[in-house]
């Protein structure tokens, strides 16, 4: 039984729900400004005007979170949908440190902050489980190994556990493992902004766990971020 409720603030970033649903081969893009919504919020006072949408919009979630009542919580989501699948002929071609662009583009903003990038693997992100061997993950010694410098959660089991060979992960089932992990992140993890990267399924069932879209043809682009 899950332990939170989830839902989204509405009004702060653009909803493409609705055009979602009326048009499925519709794919959300990044957008100019992270698609936040130039608005102002309840609080702000007359510097606020000068300030930027991102900066504003901050403020706003910091003055939620310190006049919020027990058991509420406010955090801004970003969710980013993986790259092109030609990265795996581009890795064979060029190396994987030479294609591991996650680090060109965010090491040197974290660098200018002197924060560490060191991002953390999380098992119940994962896609919707099918029976393609692609979503099957390696082990945790591999991975480990390959990333050191990326964190892995606690309780991340050896091998796969997830993946079955004959069957696929039905919806709810999916549904359920993402309520879960975001009550993980909600409950363990202080930061009032978080990225989630992630495949279009699962980004499309965070989307229902917050109950912004329950319709299935919610689709990112790849390389799409959008934000919560």
Not at 35 to 61: F, M, N, T
Not at 126 to 147: G, L, P, Q, V
Request: hydrophobic share 35%.
């Amino acid at each position: 039984m899950p332990h939170y409720k989830f839902q989204a603030v509405p009004d702060i970033f653009v909803d493409f729900a609705p055009r979602c649903a009326a048009d499925p081969s519709f794919k959300v893009t990044t957008q100019p400004d992270l698609a936040i919504i130039d608005r102002s919020y309840p609080g702000d006072d007359e510097a606020a005007a000068k300030l930027q949408p991102w900066e504003r919009l901050a403020a706003y979630v910091k003055r939620l979170n310190a006049g919020a009542e027990p058991g509420i919580k406010y955090k801004i989501v970003y969710l980013t949908r993986h790259g092109v699948g030609d990265h795996n002929a581009m890795i064979r071609k060029v190396g994987q440190k030479e294609w591991d662009t996650s680090k060109l583009v965010f090491e040197p903003l974290c660098a200018a902050r002197n924060l560490p990038y060191r991002p953390t693997i999380k098992e119940l992100l994962r896609e919707r489980m099918t029976d393609h061997t692609c979503d099957r993950r390696s082990s945790k010694t591999y991975i480990a190994e390959t990333f050191p410098e990326y964190a892995i959660e606690d309780g991340f089991t050896e091998t796969d556990e997830l993946w079955r060979a004959d069957r696929w992960e039905t919806l709810q089932a999916h549904l359920s493992r993402k309520q879960t992990v975001l009550e993980d992140i909600f409950s363990s993890d202080p930061s009032e902004s978080i990225s989630l990267a992630m495949h279009s399924m699962a980004v499309a069932a965070v989307g229902r766990a917050v109950q912004v879209d329950a319709s299935p043809s919610y689709d990112e682009a790849t390389e799409g971020l959008q934000g919560l």
